[in-house]
């Protein structure tokens, strides 16, 4: 069972009855699994289950002129007595409240410790600051319930960067790209440096993951997970198995890799807009990129300063 349905199935059969006990803020209440985890972006397997892998599940609550602090400390008593096992999988018992993944927490505190803001309202600062796998753990997993609407209405509202702030990121790192593989990797093999051409080779597919991701407009995840998220992605998910072997392979057969990604990254694209150039050097995409940025700010800082 994944962890997901794991979390929901216990939700469902103890979380629903003991939220009965609470009928003066049930409403006030939003319950799901998001976060840190593998199981809340779907990624878990056999391997998972090691460690931090147990039924458990969220319970957000307003800020406490809402839901004051002794009803909430009521509300965490309520959760830490639910059963310790549940269908063939122990909870944690570290902490009495189920702990930094599971149980009682605000809604404000979870998505300050995400984003830095308790609502989800970034400036354009922020969002060059804020790393992408700590948006991708702010809005990925499932709520199953949300009496006021407002975690969804702010994971709603963290789901895509602005277009400006997608821009300025893709063309960093475009330009990354085609410095780091079309131009040093080659010259770093010519002079026979080959610690710097796998150094190269690294920069390149490193660049090449979250172009591809803001191609798709969602967010890269923490490293261990990029190859994996690349691999459901709508598209472009067929450069997966080229970038696996640029990282791991022979370096004279990378140079014809680098070549054939930097051609599938053009297309796509020429195909959303984004450049008319029918070449496929990634340096010239990348200002052409960010000539296309519609903020004369952001349009007119350094090239790199989304990366």
Known sequence: ?????????????????MLEDFPEIKGKLAIGLCGSGSECFGFDDEFSKDHDFEPGFCIFLPDEQAIDRQTAFRLERAYAKLPMEFLGFERSRLSPVGGNRHGVLRTADFFR?????????????????????????????EIFYDGLGEVTAIRARLSKMPQDVRLKKLAGHLLLMGQAGQYNYNRCMARGEYGGARMAAFEFAKS????????????LPFYKWQFRALRNLPKLAEIAQPLEKLLSCAEQENAQRIEEIAQVISQELRAQGLITDSGAELERHAYEVNNRIEDSNIRNQHILYGI
């Open 208 to 219: 090449a993951l979250h172009t591809i991701f803001l191609l798709n407009e969602t967010y």
């Open 113 to 141: 410790a995400k984003t830095g803001t308790p609502d989800g309202i970034l400036s354009d600062e922020a969002w060059f600051a804020v790393p992408e796998f700590a948006l991708a753990e702010a809005v990925n997993g």
């Open 1 to 17: 069972m994944k962890g997901l349905e794991l979390a929901k199935a216990f939700y469902e059969e103890y979380g629903k009855p």
